[in-house]
């Protein structure tokens, strides 16, 4: 009497997927680096260098919004900011939301908010203008020409 082993079924290869779960996690690792370097770096250009928060108002935003670094970093740090708080807001409703459609509509208002507000940052960062017509000039950066 002898045992024989049936030959195992091919094994087809499964499509391959993202690990969203995972990625999530990098980004919240990586991006939490990074803002802290962000945050940092705009609390000491706008609270230590020079008169300190007396000296923020429209024509010191406008100042430094009308520099292209300034803006490359104050958008990196609203996207990264939004997208890590979204992120992490998604991770409390897996884990507490126990109803699938609860937990579907409010990952799709989070995902909204975070869009909307990535979205009108965005536009606020690159179409301010410093040196709106008609302003008192008391209160626009000191670059812009007095009329």
């Known amino acids: 009497m002898s045992l024989t082993i049936d030959t195992p079924r091919a094994a087809t290869p ?4 993202t690990n969203w779960e995972k990625w ?3 980004y919240m690792r990586v991006s939490g680096v990074l803002l802290v370097v962000l945050v940092f770096g705009h609390l000491f250009s706008n609270l230590m260098i020079g008169d300190g928060v ?3 108002d429209f024509g010191f935003v406008g100042g430094k919004l009308s520099q292209p670094f300034w803006k490359v970093w104050d958008t990196l740090l609203l ?3 939004l997208i890590h708080g979204a992120n992490g807001m998604r991770t409390i409703v897996n884990d507490y939301v126990s109803r699938p459609r609860l937990a579907k509509g409010f990952k799709l208002a989070l995902f909204l908010s975070a869009a909307l507000l990535i979205l009108l940052g965005t536009i606020v960062i690159y179409t301010l203008d410093p040196c709106p017509p008609g ?7 000191s670059f812009c020409p007095t009329p």
């Not at 499964?14 to 997927?17: F, G, I, N, T, V």
């Open 54 to 56: 007396h000296a923020i």
């Open 24 to 26: 999530g996690w990098v």
């Open 79 to 81: 996207w990264l900011a």
């Open 135 to 141: 302003a008192d000039p008391a209160l626009v950066a």
């Open 14 to 17: 499964a499509k391959k997927r």
